[in-house]
Each structure stands twice: as structure tokens, then as C-alpha cells.
């Protein structure tokens, strides 16, 4: 009888663990549904441009190199992720590049050099493709007024039926400073007037390091209000900052008059977020919110060693922008209106392999972290749902503190299918930036597992969202 009461109570403790563990692996596999994100979109790069376009998606480029890079995405968040096209363009040191649409066809303008910063002046080039992704991207040459001088970050100004060019130039040939200037334009790559100088840095915050700088222009304009928003202070420093200067719709453009140039900046450091600056402007998916989209600093005094980030704005009664701080980057922030939601995987709720296992994280989304994939045979793995087949971003907050390696790799494959480099920049431990992958699923069920690569990487948690 004892024995028989003794086989009855193990069958039931072993049915019990049974189920526990179905449970936990239930736990493991589940995703939260989230609608809101940490706030870096791009964990490498600087000078962001992006424009959302008629057709209702966003175009983005930002310095890469030799090249103009652009990318094609349906969601601003979802940029990394997106569809991209390499644009050459025969020169070096390319910056600061911005697509635009004008007259019926698309513009690139870029600053480029010969391999001497001296030589850096302004280009476009020309697309007449309704898609920017496809057809031919035309040289249309430099464009420049008749002194010639330095110039870089160059942004065309439409108002009244006017096209202006605003960008950041030497008053002479050397070195100086640098002072923004206007000018009127014929067409989309022709400058027909004199440059004319709106601002150059005067406030302390301006020239508290030299060469004092005013770059980067970029036009928003609400009601007859043109905010022109700029940065100043040394872009290789958390001084970096915004600056505003205004003007109206009505007024002559072409007069220094027309101008006015605010005391102090408009978005600097805070938070724990430094040298925010070189924004651009766009809106939510449905229209509905304003986003400013700016490059800041990986860390603390990281000089040019820059990420992207975005957060909505407000407008102030006298049609100026109110962008507050840059926010906590340990706090998720709404995702833009009109988004598709996202299936958010923690990293702790993973299947373990070989040495890797979980570990508490103080910044991290729970209290853990997928960490410690240090060795080979080391991975963490997650069992997905995918409702529809379709295109998806796999977006990851990811952690690098690898000691002399600026990129960390995991190996990222989805059902036992070839691995792929999965990269992570090196911002530090506890420092959590944005690593994606572009993933093709078909609906149904997936494996997707992160294994050790190249130095040391760890996951606070991804999340899957259908870019297209």
C-alpha cells in the first residue's frame, strides 16, 4: 500500500515537473507585444538625413565614405533594415549627403573632396526615376556661386515658387571658421546670385572650440515660420549642439536682415546622450507626429564615433520647435504613429547551450540579459511565430565592452541554416545599442539562434516586426 501510494505520488511529481518545464519552455517561446522602442535606429553613422516622401516611404542617407549611400524603408524606425542602393561618386571624404525631390525628379546634393579637406566643395546629381532605388543617377557637377570657396552641407530651400541653397562654407581659403551662407538658385544644380552670410559663430557655446563652426543646416518650416536649425561647438566633443535661426516665408531671403539667430542652443547634451546634433526633419507613418532624426556621440567624449537616434517634438506658440532633451536612452520611448507593432523576444527567456547563460543587466529591458555566448558551442536560441510571410527586421539591443575591437560579431542563423555575422558595435557594457538583420520568413514557426562569433557580444532582447 505504501509502495503503491509512493508510485502514485512520484508519477504525479514527475508529471508536475513535466509540466513546469512545458511551461517554461511555453515562457521561452512566447513574444510580448510592444509599441514602443529604445531610440537608436542606426548603431554607426553620422549626418542623417531622411525624407518621407509622397509615395509613403522614408529615404535616408548619412556620411559613408566614398560613396552615397541610400536606403528605402516603409517605417522610420526600421531604416537599418531597409533596402539600400551604392551611388558612386568619383570623389573622397563624401559628406553630408541629402536626397530630395524637386521639379518632378529626385536630387542628391553632397560635399566631396580630392583627398585635401581644402579641396571639399558642393555636387549634385540627378535621378528622373519616380523610384530613387532604381534608373540613373546623372553628375550634374559642382555646385557653386562665383567664389568658389570651401563648402559642405549643402540643403535646398523651397518657399514661394523661390528655390534657395543654404550650406556651411570659408569666408576666404583658409581655415577660419565656417559661416552659413545663401544663395538663389536658377534651377535644382545652379546657383544664379551672390552667397550671402546669415550667421557665423559669435555665442560662447558657438566658439568654445576651434576652428568655430556653424554647419549643417536644415530647414523645417511651420506656418510662415522658417526654423532653420543648425549645429555648432566642435563636432569631436559633447559640446556639439542645435542652434536655431528664423526667418519669415515673406521676407528677403537673401538679406542677412531677414535672419535672426537664437542666444542659446535649441538640443544639447543630456541625459546621458552627448554632442546631439546634424538633425534632419520628417513625420510619423500616418503624419500625425513630428520626428527629429540626429546623430550623437556612442559614449562619453567618443568624438566622431557616432550613432543615430530619433525622438518626437513639439512646436512652441510662435511656430519654433520644442525638442526638450535628447531622452534617457535606458527608457523606451512610444513608437512612431501608424507603426506596426513589434513581437519583443527577451534575452533571458532563451534556450541556453554549451557555457552561455543568462545574467542580471541594471539597463536592460527585464532584469537579465542573454550574456556570456563566450565560447565555442556557446549559444542562446528562441522558438518564433511568424503570422504572415513577408519581410521582417530583426532588431536587437545589443552590448559590446570587448577590450581593442571596435565590432563584436554573434552568429546569427534561423532554422539551422547557414550563419551569418550579426554585428555589434562597441559602446561598452551596460552601454546597450541597436544591432539588425533583414530577414526573409515564411509564416510559422522558427528557430532563431545567436552563437559565438568574433570577440564578445550580449542580447538585452529582440524584436520582430514586418517591414514589408
Known amino acids: 500500500m505504501n509502495s503503491r501510494r509512493l508510485m502514485i505520488k512520484g508519477g504525479f511529481l514527475f508529471l508536475l515537473f513535466t509540466l513546469l518545464m512545458s511551461t517554461s519552455i511555453s515562457m521561452a517561446s512566447a513574444a510580448s507585444v510592444q509599441k514602443q522602442f529604445y ?4 548603431q554607426d553613422g553620422a549626418d542623417p538625413w531622411m525624407y518621407k516622401h509622397t509615395d509613403g516611404f522614408y529615404y535616408f542617407t548619412k556620411t559613408t565614405g566614398n560613396n552615397v549611400t541610400i536606403w528605402k524603408s516603409s517605417t522610420l524606425t526600421g531604416i537599418d533594415a531597409a533596402e539600400k542602393r551604392e551611388i558612386t561618386t568619383g570623389g573622397q571624404n563624401v559628406w553630408a549627403p541629402e536626397i530630395h525631390f524637386l521639379n518632378g525628379a529626385w536630387y542628391i546634393y553632397y560635399a566631396k573632396d580630392d583627398g585635401d579637406n581644402a579641396n571639399h566643395r558642393m555636387y549634385v546629381m540627378q535621378n528622373t526615376s519616380s523610384n530613387p532605388m532604381q534608373g540613373t543617377w546623372v553628375d550634374k557637377g559642382q555646385i557653386t556661386d562665383t567664389t568658389n570657396r570651401w563648402a559642405i552641407d549643402g540643403t535646398p530651400l523651397s518657399v514661394n515658387g523661390q528655390l534657395y541653397f ?131 556621440a556612442k559614449f562619453n567624449n567618443s568624438g566622431w564615433n557616432r550613432e543615430i537616434r530619433t525622438q518626437k517634438f513639439s512646436w512652441n506658440t510662435d511656430n519654433t520647435p520644442q525638442f526638450g532633451q535628447p531622452l534617457n536612452p535606458n ?138
Open 39 to 42: 531610440n537608436v535606429i542606426m
Open 166 to 296: 543654404i550650406w556651411s562654407g570659408w569666408e576666404g581659403t583658409d581655415n577660419v571658421r565656417q559661416n552659413l551662407y545663401i544663395a538663389h538658385m536658377s534651377n535644382p544644380w545652379t546657383i544664379d546670385s551672390a552667397r550671402v552670410e546669415i550667421a557665423r559663430p559669435t555665442y560662447a557655446w558657438e566658439t568654445n572650440h576651434q576652428p568655430n563652426v556653424n554647419e549643417g543646416p536644415q530647414v523645417v518650416i511651420k506656418n510662415n515660420n522658417i526654423n532653420l536649425i543648425y549645429s555648432a561647438s566642435g563636432s569631436w566633443t559633447n559640446d556639439y549642439a542645435l542652434g536655431l535661426i528664423t526667418a519669415q516665408t515673406n521676407s528677403n531671403l537673401l538679406s542677412p536682415s531677414a535672419w535672426s539667430k537664437r542666444a542659446q542652443p535649441v538640443f544639447s547634451s543630456a541625459n546621458g546622450v552627448y554632442g546631439p546634433g546634424h538633425a534632419s526633419f520628417t513625420t510619423s507613418p500616418d503624419g500625425k507626429e513630428d520626428w527629429i532624426v540626429y546623430h550623437a
Open 331 to 468: 527608457v523606451q520611448i512610444a513608437i512612431p504613429s501608424g507603426e506596426p507593432e513589434r513581437n519583443r523576444y527577451e534575452g533571458e527567456q532563451g534556450t541556453f547551450g554549451g557555457a552561455a547563460y543568462a545574467s542580471s543587466s541594471p539597463n536592460g529591458s527585464g532584469s537579465s540579459k542573454a550574456g556570456h555566448i563566450d565560447t565555442t558551442g556557446s549559444y542562446v536560441q528562441y522558438s518564433v511565430n511568424v503570422p504572415t510571410t513577408g519581410t521582417y527586421m530583426l532588431a536587437a539591443r545589443t552590448g559590446n565592452g570587448t577590450d581593442g575591437l571596435d565590432w563584436s560579431t554573434l552568429r546569427l542563423s534561423v532554422d539551422s541554416n547557414n550563419a551569418t555575422d550579426f554585428f555589434i558595435t562597441n559602446k561598452g557594457w551596460e552601454n546597450w545599442g541597436l544591432s539588425t538583420q533583414r530577414l526573409s520568413l515564411t509564416a510559422g514557426n522558427h528557430t532563431i539562434r545567436f552563437s559565438k562569433g568574433n570577440g564578445y557580444g550580449e542580447l538585452d532582447f529582440f524584436d520582430l516586426v514586418r517591414i514589408q
